[in-house]
């Protein structure tokens, strides 16, 4: 049994409307092309989308040149926001521009451009740096197994204490079955453990919800939610640790490989409206 809380998880009313308002700017992106499938992406600055780069991974295929993504993306991608009852699954959506130049497989993520199609680009949720938080709550809002929009609060895992955690995670499956195959070693981890650009929690969100947004105690956006290491026991998935990119390690990294854009989106947006103002 639970030996007490370890995180309060509770929010304060003021979070929770604040939560609300930001989940409207949660997306449901699917697509068929050779494949079919679905994941989670918010709307991160204007007209842009930030999902997984592993999503863009499993919409493109196997096999296909580099030079021909942009194309099959502006092709086969869609995305909803309203996603919020089975019935409003696929209404509404937009399609997103055939263009693919800002991403990274290291941090899991990848920059998308929705068309303008005359209906309402929810607000971004890009809103300047917030660190993530060491501990405590945060909360992810995103799309689980294709389902409809939903709202997780769970507890972060210290970086500190990522190693022990999965040691005794992988040693507590082996003890309840037997016959649990040794996917995980302690290296597989060695990625996130002592990795400072992700951030670890434990989440039911598995699949589908790679690309969520992930906010802290305050309702400030400060990951993406990227993956776990999942495993099935008696036919339920559950997942050993989950992990998000920062936003931090993912601007930063915009800002190094991709200057121009990063200006462009990010910088330059500001003074333009700063010197309207002066010119009236």
Known sequence: GH?????????SIKVVKLLVRLSDSVGYLFWDSATTGYATCF??????????RHVIDSIVGD???????ATIIGQCVRVTFGYEELKDKETNYFFVE???EIHNEELDYAVLKLKENGQQVPMELYNGITPVPLSGLIHIIGHPYGEKKQIDACAVIPQGQRAKKCQER???KKAESPEYVHMYTQRSFQKIVHNPDVITYDTEFFFGAAGSPVFDSKGSLVAMHAAGFAYTYQNETR???????????????IKQRHKPWYEEVFVNQQDVEMMSDEDL
Request: aromatic share 12%.
């Open 3 to 11: 030996m007490g809380k370890v995180t309060k998880n509770s929010s």
């Open 43 to 52: 709307v991160f600055k204007g007209l842009f989308i930030l999902t997984c």
């Open 63 to 69: 096999g296909i040149e580099p030079s021909k993504w």
């Open 98 to 100: 055939p263009w693919f």
């Open 170 to 172: 992988v040693q507590s």
């Open 239 to 253: 997942s050993i640790i989950e992990f998000g990119s920062t936003m931090e390690s993912i601007l930063l990294d």
